[in-house]
């Protein structure tokens, strides 16, 4: 999914199908969902501010890309299509859609300090989005602390809890695709590291099988870090350079004369593997793997780059669309 196709899909929230309807689900830690009761005349409001939202966070966002979430890497002003394993968490953005089975939060029984996250489904008569929206302590109001409100012209304890209703959120669902708005967000949370931490020990598989790391267990150590456990699992989908099998001693000798990293790679006796010793070294080499220093052909300039569009595909669709 681009931009454009994602624009597309949210169309319906600014010009339903009949009426847009909402829907408020509330998820417990034990990944249990009920139904938020919620009065009527309350509804519009807040179908209005989540509408908006999607609009200012998404649809407005002009100069945004849409990318595989698998080679998400430190380039702004993108979200990310999931194209990992679903951790059970987010699975409830489709379990909620036409499920007419799920309990009724009750006041009785259940508390808002016991709320994890919200889901809300907009739908008109023929689409649907349901987003979801991690509530931060701010947003329950006495889940911790000592409240106090007016009682005429003094302060009292206040004894119940609030729900504060916001306009963020971090994940939504349209169609089949689930796109994450913020990335730093689903590394605290969602189950994300237990996927990145499967997907990575792929990434490191495929550089163990070329044989051209000496101390491979020096990567192994940093797949308890997100960030870099990210890295490998870009490596794992997306390596241009393992996809079209660059020989050990091309790439070898690339790091030796490209100047963002000659001088700051260690090799083994023999010079036929990388003996990747510091973080530094760690870190250059993934760049490696993925292709991100470059030179311009115009200008004969080096750079680093993270974002790389692949230009053989744009050349196919244009031969295609003169075919037509």
């Known amino acids: 999914?681009?931009?454009?196709?994602?624009?597309?899909?949210?169309?319906?929230?600014?010009?339903?199908?009949?009426?847009?309807?909402?829907?408020?689900?509330?998820?417990?830690?034990?990944?249990?969902?009920?139904?938020?009761?919620?009065?009527?005349?309350?509804?519009?409001?807040?179908?209005?501010?989540?509408?908006?939202?999607?609009?200012?966070?998404?649809?407005s966002q002009e100069d945004f890309t849409v990318i595989p979430l698998s080679t998400a890497d430190e380039r702004g002003n993108c979200f990310y299509e999931y194209d990992l394993d679903l951790p059970d968490e987010l699975q409830v953005l489709e379990t909620v859609i036409g499920n007419d089975e799920i309990e009724i939060f009750n006041l009785n029984n259940d508390t808002f300090a016991e709320i994890d996250a919200l889901v809300i489904v907009l739908a008109d008569d023929n689409n649907e989005v349901s987003i979801y929206k991690k509530l931060s302590s701010v947003e329950v109001l006495g889940r911790g602390g000592y409240m106090l409100w007016k009682s005429n012209q003094r302060l009292e304890r206040f004894e119940e809890q609030l729900l504060r209703i916001s306009p963020s959120f971090q994940v939504l669902r349209v169609g089949e695709s689930v796109i994450i708005l913020n990335l730093k967000t689903i590394e605290k949370s969602f189950g994300f590291h237990d996927v990145i931490k499967r997907e990575a020990t792929i990434g490191l598989e495929a550089i163990n099988?070329?044989?051209?790391?000496?101390?491979?267990?020096?990567?192994?150590?940093?797949?308890?870090?997100?960030?870099?456990?990210?890295?490998?699992?870009?490596?794992?989908?997306?390596?241009?350079?393992?996809?079209?099998?660059?020989?050990?001693?091309?790439?070898?000798?690339?790091?030796?004369?490209?100047?963002?990293?000659?001088?700051?790679?260690?090799?083994?006796?023999?010079?036929?593997?990388?003996?990747?010793?510091?973080?530094?070294?760690?870190d250059l080499f993934v760049k490696l793997l993925n292709d991100d220093f470059l030179t311009s052909e115009l200008t004969q300039l080096y750079y680093d780059s993270l974002a790389k569009d692949n230009i053989e595909a744009e050349n196919e669709q244009i031969e295609n669309e003169a075919n037509e």
């Open 209 to 282: 099988d070329m044989g051209i790391v000496s101390n491979i267990d020096t990567l192994k150590e940093l797949i308890e870090n997100v960030s870099f456990a990210r890295k490998l699992t870009k490596i794992a989908r997306n390596s241009p350079v393992i996809q079209r099998n660059i020989p050990n001693v091309s790439i070898i000798t690339f790091s030796r004369t490209h100047p963002a990293i000659r001088n700051k790679m260690r090799y083994t006796p023999d010079g036929t593997q990388f003996a990747l010793d510091t973080r530094v070294s760690k």
């Open 1 to 59: 999914m681009n931009k454009a196709e994602l624009n597309q899909s949210l169309e319906f929230l600014n010009n339903p199908t009949g009426e847009l309807q909402i829907i408020m689900y509330a998820c417990f830690e034990e990944q249990a969902t009920k139904k938020l009761d919620i009065k009527a005349e309350d509804l519009p409001s807040i179908r209005r501010l989540f509408v908006d939202s999607v609009n200012n966070a998404i649809i």
